[in-house]
């Protein structure tokens, strides 16, 4: 079946540094694949998606590209600020729609 | 705006107690789902539903029921709460015709079991 490998945290960053979380995925075919943000005590918030290979997903300054050669959809930011600190959730959806997440990296 | 309401943020439970987790969305959407959510874990699917009536078992439904009455809620029930189930639940939902449809979330259930 479908998987989702990301990144083990905790990741530390000093304010202003580049961040990259490395996400992968296993499936049949071209899942839409999709980034939420958990900010404490809260629930999950759609962060970016990308619905084909190639696409860029953005918003906020993050953006992940759907790289079908490499399986991956790694989250990256240029100049990350002490807002960005939360849990951030890579997944892909499989042909049920339901989503299928990874377990999580806490910025 | 999009929707998602989890009436119940915060629940205490004695073990053997009969649990219900309600979930309201109010963006007509055709898909309800709900997650547990444990550290390290990631989220896993419980249950999710598709239509009025209709529910199907996602990865871990031992222990859980649910029901889906109507379009707009769904409800989680835990016939026999155990410690085992203190864990956040989150519903969520979407509406059909796309895998590139968005999944929308509520703020979490914070569920535990004593």
């Known amino acids: 079946g479908n998987s989702v490998t990301q990144m083990e945290g905790p990741v530390t960053l000093s304010e202003e540094a580049f961040l990259t979380i490395n996400c992968t995925y296993t499936a049949t075919g071209y899942p839409s694949l999709f980034w939420y943000v958990q900010y404490p005590g809260e629930g999950l918030q759609l962060l970016l998606k990308?619905?084909?290979?190639?696409d860029k997903g953005s918003n906020k300054g993050f953006e992940a590209t759907y790289r079908k050669e490499t399986t991956s959809f790694h989250l990256e930011k240029g100049s990350v600020q002490v807002s960005d600190s939360a849990v951030y959730f890579c997944?892909?959806?499989?042909?049920?729609?339901?989503?299928?997440f990874g377990s999580g990296t806490r910025l | 705006d999009v929707k998602v309401t989890q009436s119940s943020r915060y629940l205490v439970k004695r073990t053997g107690e009969k649990v219900f987790l309600e979930c309201v969305q109010d963006?007509?959407?055709?898909?309800m789902f709900w997650y547990r959510q444990d550290p390290g874990l990631g989220l896993r699917l419980i249950y999710f539903s598709y239509d009025v009536k209709m529910k199907e078992k996602g990865d871990i439904p031992e222990g859980y029921s649910v029901s889906r009455e109507k379009k707009e809620r769904f409800s989680l029930i835990l016939e026999s709460a155990s410690t085992n189930q203190t864990s956040m639940y989150l519903c969520a939902s979407s509406s059909s015709g796309g895998s590139g449809n968005t999944i929308y979330f509520g703020e979490g259930s914070w569920l535990t079991v004593v």
């Open positions: 990308a619905t084909k290979a190639d």
């Open positions: 997944a892909s959806m499989d042909s049920s729609y339901k989503l299928i």
């Open positions: 963006m007509d959407h055709e898909n």
